[in-house]
């Protein structure tokens, strides 16, 4: 495993938008990685500046040492799954996956040896001869990696591929993906919107924000670690409540019969309206007053109708169910307490057994380890309107991916933003 | 209540208005009687003196000559015409191009060839069959510009790039993508165009000179002299051309619009 693929500082502006600003960015050979961010990241743009569709204002790419910035999109060795797939219409399957090796004039033997090995991996060898009009969205998918595959690039880089089929065909895709990236070994170069394709697949991930990239690492750290409240709120869901940091804690011991007192540096006492002190784990070392925002996952909230033993650590709440949504696994509880709607999402390991499930109205009990929250900045109201910009239109150009301006119509909103207030 | 038969009642009126001239000249053509008035037998007799008609033929190939000129020249400038409309879609140059483009077409067309007949006097041209094709060329392109342009307009340029990602050069890219995919519009406008320039009679009568003697205007000066049976055949003959071209061209912008 080498750094093989750099982008040094790279800016690319369109007019007076930033679509991808200063960013440096390695990825390591074999990986899977992914750029993951909300419509007009520059998620897309990065990936075409490698492609060598887009020449950035600053910066450049170096491909395995090589500076490959100024390089025609022909003449480097990268390949691209399109959004819209992008396949010849004129030409069958077969002459779509041997087009590139046809362009770099390899000896026809090989030629149809290389397509035959492709068909065979994408499993459409009695689809050859069909064109493109006449296969299904998912076989033309296959058709577009076979077609980038089969020219043996250094790194394949996909457009947000999934985004025009069916959530089921989707699903499947997933695992083809998966399946087909342990096959050949090269480092793709991943794309999109969508969480949980990037969780799914990825080696690692870049969630990008306004051109930069906002945090970077494995799904698991992004998901259990986000550095900013961006990253907690794009990422799955949570809770945001607004607080202050007070005095650390205190830690005591008994030590030989005495009881000493030693301030604990790992943890700090936070205080948030209407609710008792809390705890969290401060491993930033945020100091004293300063404002926060405290991150919550639903999954780490327990709820229950009884108050829970006091535990070093544990914080407690108490509040009210507000609305109840049974998934099937597992069940959504709305909890009021005072300003706050907190999402909570409790596992059906027992569900038939338990002799009372917790109804609306009820009054709860919510608990949490004090090393599951996560302060943080203050959750912007940008940061909600670039999480709820609907994604990218199939086959829209860049440039009017990166007008950032609010739809009337906000789509699905993001559950993140629903718990503050 | 029951449905009203007017609506039924006005489409065959206006099917009738517009095709019983035409089935009346067609079915004339195989009379061999020399009045349209009254039926004699079913024959081929005009279409035969037709063929032994020399300067039918002359006529023919005049036709053609500057058909196949005007189409061909027209499918490449109408194309590139096209191209450009496209690619700066937008651009108050580009909107200035359309309007030039675009009026041909709504342009009379004795305003046309009056002025390309001043034009080529001034310019002390000899008449004949280039200032006809020449002239043809004129609004032919704009046919050819325009059903391209429509193709343009539903064409995923990612393609383009998706050729050039796979490591064909500029000219690769036009010529193994790029004039395929859009070959059956250039086609279809091609094909239009042809129709058009065949049937072209204010125009050609303009700006022809002596010997370029085009179809259209054989037949005017044949009706001069009076030879309707005759005129009927040849009209007969033309007609049936400019249906295949026609159907050939609709075919082929349907078709691929359906592929897109």
């Known amino acids: ?421 | 209540m029951k449905p009203s038969r007017l609506p039924l009642i006005v489409t065959w009126a206006v099917i009738a208005f517009f095709y019983v001239p035409i089935a009346i000249l067609v079915v004339n053509s195989f009379n061999s009687s020399r009045f349209g008035g009254s039926w004699e037998s079913t024959s081929l007799k005009w279409y035969i003196r037709l063929m032994n008609e020399p300067s039918i033929w002359h006529a023919l190939t005049n036709t053609l000559i500057i058909a196949t000129t005007a189409t061909l020249a027209s499918m490449v400038l109408g194309t590139s015409a096209a191209f450009a409309l496209h690619r700066f879609a937008g651009s108050k140059l580009q909107k200035l191009h359309y309007s030039v483009i675009y009026l041909p077409l709504v342009l009379p067309e004795i305003l046309m060839g009056l002025s390309l007949l001043l034009f080529f006097v001034q310019l002390k041209v000899q008449l004949g069959l280039a200032t006809i094709a020449v002239a043809h060329v004129t609004f032919c392109l704009s046919y050819v510009a325009m059903t391209v342009l429509a193709r343009l307009q539903d064409f995923d340029f990612a393609i383009i790039e998706a050729a050039q990602d796979l490591g064909a050069g500029w000219w690769t890219t036009v010529w193994k993508v790029l004039l395929p995919m859009l070959a059956p519009g250039i086609l279809a406008g091609g094909l239009l165009a042809f129709t058009l320039s065949i049937d072209d009679f204010v125009i050609s009568f303009f700006v022809a000179g002596p010997g370029s003697t085009t179809l259209p205007i054989k037949i005017y000066s044949m009706i001069k002299y009076g030879a309707p049976p005759l005129i009927n055949a040849l009209s007969t003959i033309l007609l049936a051309i400019t249906f295949l071209c026609v159907a050939a061209s609709q075919y082929l912008s349907n078709r691929d619009r359906k592929a897109a």
């Not at chain 1, 000493?260 to 205080?271: E, F, G, Q």
């Open chain 1, 1 to 421: 495993m080498s750094e093989f693929l750099e982008f040094e500082d790279v800016s690319k502006h369109y007019g007076a938008v930033k679509a991808v600003d200063h960013v440096s960015l390695t990825v390591k050979q074999g990986e899977f990685f992914s750029l993951l961010g909300p419509s007009g990241c520059g998620k897309t743009t990065l990936l075409r500046i490698l492609a060598g569709f887009e020449q950035p204002d600053t910066g450049r790419v170096l491909l395995g040492g090589e500076d490959v910035t100024d390089l025609p999109p022909y003449e480097r060795k990268v390949n691209t799954i399109f959004q819209s797939y992008a396949l010849f219409p004129h030409l069958s399957v077969w002459d779509n996956i041997a087009f590139g090796l046809k362009v770099a004039k390899r000896p026809k033997k090989e030629i149809k040896a290389e397509v035959a090995k492709m068909l065979a991996l994408i499993q459409m060898e009695d689809q050859a001869w069909k064109k493109p009009d006449q296969i299904s969205g998912g076989q033309k998918q296959r058709v577009a990696i076979a077609r980038a595959l089969v020219n043996k690039p250094r790194v394949l880089l996909l457009d947000e591929p999934l985004a025009a089929l069916d959530l089921k065909l989707r699903q499947r895709m997933l695992i083809e993906l998966d399946l087909i990236h342990d096959e050949v070994g090269i480092t793709f170069l991943y794309v999109t919107h969508d969480q949980g394709e990037a969780m799914s697949l990825s080696d690692r991930i870049a969630v990008m924000k306004l051109g930069k990239i906002e945090q970077l690492g494995t799904p698991a750290e992004i998901y259990e670690a986000p550095r900013s409240s961006f990253v907690a709120a794009f990422i799955g869901d949570t809770n945001f409540f607004d607080g202050i940091v007070a005095e650390p804690l205190e830690k005591n011991s008994v030590l030989d019969g005495f009881l000493s007192v030693a301030v604990d540096k790992d943890y700090s006492r936070l205080k948030i309206e209407d609710f008792p002190d809390l705890e969290c784990f401060n491993d930033k070392q945020i100091k004293e007053g300063e404002h926060i925002f405290l991150s919550i996952r639903p999954e780490k909230l327990r709820i229950s109708r009884e108050r829970p033993e006091p535990l070093p650590h544990l914080n407690v709440i108490e509040g009210h169910v507000e609305d109840v949504i049974y998934l099937g696994s597992q069940t959504k509880y709305w909890v009021r307490t005072g300003d706050y709607r907190i999402s909570v999402i409790r596992q059906h390991s027992r569900y038939l057994l338990d002799e009372k499930p917790i109804r609306w109205r009820e009054k709860v009990w919510l608990s949490w380890h004090a090393d599951d929250g996560f302060m943080l900045e203050k959750y912007s109201e940008q940061d909600e309107n670039l999480i709820q910009l609907p994604p990218e239109e199939v086959g829209e150009t860049t440039e009017s991916n990166q007008i950032l301006a609010r739809p009337a119509d906000a789509g699905e909103p993001a559950a993140a933003g629903d718990a503050a207030r």
